[in-house]
C-alpha cells in the first residue's frame, strides 16, 4: 500500500514538474527574452528617429540649397532605418516624408503620409499629432494641385481642425474652399485662422480679397 502511495506521488511530481518545465517556465523566459529585445528594437529605432529628426532639422537651416537636400537625404536615410526596426511608428514616417518634401519628392512624400495615417501605423500617434499630419498631407496634395487633390485635401483638412485647430489648417482650409469656388465656407475658414492668429497676413489678406 505504501509502495502504491509513494509511487502515485513520485508519479503527480514528475508530472508537475513537467507541466511546469513545458508550460510555465520556458513561456515566462520567452516573454521576458521578448521583453527585452523589444526593448533595444525601440530604443534603436528611437537612435535612428532623434537622429534623422536632428538632421532634418539642419537641413531646414542649412545657408545653401545643396547642403539642405544633403542633409535631407540623410534624415530620410535615418527614418528609413528607424521604419526598418519598426514599421508601425507613424512619426518616422512623417520624419521620412518631410525630409523627402524638402527634397521636392511631394509624391514620394505623400505617400510616406499615407503610411503614417494608414491603419497600421495612426494608432501610435496622439490627436493633436493626427491632426498636425492630415495639416501637412493636405498642403502637399494642394501644392499638387488638381482637383481630386484639392478635394481629398479638403477631407484632409476638415478633420485637421478639429483635431488640431492650428490658424494655417484654417487658412489653407479656406484657400481650398477658394478653389471649389464656395465663397462662404472660404470667408468662415479665414475669420476662424484670424481668430487664433489675428496676424496672420495670409488669412488678412484673402478676406480682403473676398470682401471687396
Not at 11 to 31: C, D, E, H, K, N
Not at 101 to 112: I, K, V, Y
Request: with cysteine.
Amino acid at each position: 500500500m505504501w509502495y502504491d502511495l509513494i509511487l502515485q506521488a513520485v508519479l503527480l511530481l514528475v508530472t508537475v514538474v513537467m507541466f511546469l518545465t513545458i508550460y510555465g517556465i520556458p513561456q515566462r523566459a520567452l516573454s521576458r527574452l521578448r521583453l527585452r529585445l523589444r526593448s533595444r528594437s525601440d530604443l534603436q529605432a528611437k537612435r535612428h528617429f532623434v537622429l534623422g529628426a536632428q538632421l532634418l532639422s539642419k537641413a531646414r537651416s542649412a545657408p545653401s540649397s545643396s547642403s539642405a537636400a544633403s542633409l535631407a537625404r540623410e534624415a530620410a536615410s535615418e527614418a528609413d532605418l528607424a521604419i526598418s526596426v519598426d514599421p508601425r511608428d507613424a512619426a518616422s514616417h512623417i520624419l521620412k516624408a518631410l525630409a523627402l518634401d524638402l527634397q521636392g519628392f511631394r509624391t514620394s512624400a505623400l505617400d510616406s503620409f499615407d503610411t503614417a495615417l494608414s491603419p497600421l501605423a495612426i494608432k501610435s500617434l496622439g490627436e493633436k499629432e493626427i491632426g498636425d499630419a492630415l495639416y501637412k498631407r493636405a498642403e502637399i496634395k494642394v501644392a499638387l494641385s488638381s482637383r481630386g487633390r484639392v478635394d481629398s485635401a479638403l477631407d484632409d483638412l476638415n478633420r485637421a481642425v478639429k483635431l488640431s485647430p492650428s490658424p494655417k489648417a484654417y487658412s489653407l482650409l479656406g484657400h481650398c474652399y477658394e478653389k471649389k469656388k464656395m465663397k462662404d465656407e472660404a470667408l468662415k475658414a479665414y475669420e476662424e485662422a484670424l481668430r487664433i492668429q489675428p496676424a496672420l497676413s495670409d488669412a488678412q489678406e484673402a478676406l480682403a480679397r473676398l470682401r471687396s
